[in-house]
């Protein structure tokens, strides 16, 4: 019987010491944390004006408030530039009763040193002349897109004709370690789901 009784004495014991070293973990973890947001608070207060007397929900609300106003003010910049997708790919339109030979041509690709030179001889050899153009280069991709109008007024050639030369030529560019004059059916199918010509 005596046994019996030092034995759960010894194991209350253990017990109490398991749970003192539980709770001590605890309490050193959630010191941590409060001293983790306590430093970020500090941070915040350095960074919004007039906030070092603020509580700690005025000076979120204040943040909140920021961080509203810088998103409007990045989307105001960011208003009109086009991010360029990710698939290469090349557009070609040709304005409807347009008796000019006025032309819109865009391209997608990877950017690289010899892009705009590829693409002003491509139009030179096509006879096109570039009336405006827009580029953006962002994360290793490009999008080009061109107002174009053919060189000769009294050019004889047709605009279905002359769009699909300026689609081949275009896709030549964008994808120029595939676009060879002995394409393989393998490297054709890859290079059908890496690039698409889009007509409208």
Avoid at 74 to 79: D, Q, R
Avoid at 95 to 107: C, K, M, N, R, V
Avoid at 153 to 182: F, G
Avoid at 191 to 199: A, D, H
Wanted: aromatic content about 2%.
């Amino acid at each position: 019987m005596l046994v019996s009784s030092c034995s759960s004495s010894s194991s209350a014991i253990g017990k109490s010491v398991a749970e003192a070293r539980a709770l001590k973990v605890h309490c050193e973890a959630e010191k941590r944390r409060r001293e983790r947001i306590n430093r970020h608070l500090s941070t915040l207060r350095r960074m919004i004006p007039d906030a070092n007397k603020m509580d700690k929900a005025s000076l979120l609300g204040r943040v909140l408030d920021q961080v509203k106003n810088l998103k409007r003010r990045a989307e105001e910049l960011g208003k009109g530039i086009k991010i360029p997708p990710e698939v290469n790919e090349v557009i070609v339109e040709c304005p409807a009763g347009d008796e000019h030979q006025y032309l819109t041509a865009s391209i997608s690709c990877d950017d690289r040193p010899d892009l705009l030179a590829d693409l002003i001889k491509a139009f030179h050899d096509l006879r096109l002349r570039t009336i405006q153009a827009n580029l953006v280069s962002i994360g290793g991709r490009a999008q080009h897109a061109f107002i174009l109008c053919t060189n000769e007024s009294n050019r004889t050639e047709c605009l279905s004709s002359l769009k699909e030369s300026i689609e081949e030529a275009l896709a030549r560019i964008a994808t120029p370690d595939m676009m060879c004059n002995n394409i393989s059916s393998k490297r054709q199918r890859i290079l059908e789901s890496n690039y698409s010509i889009i007509s409208l």
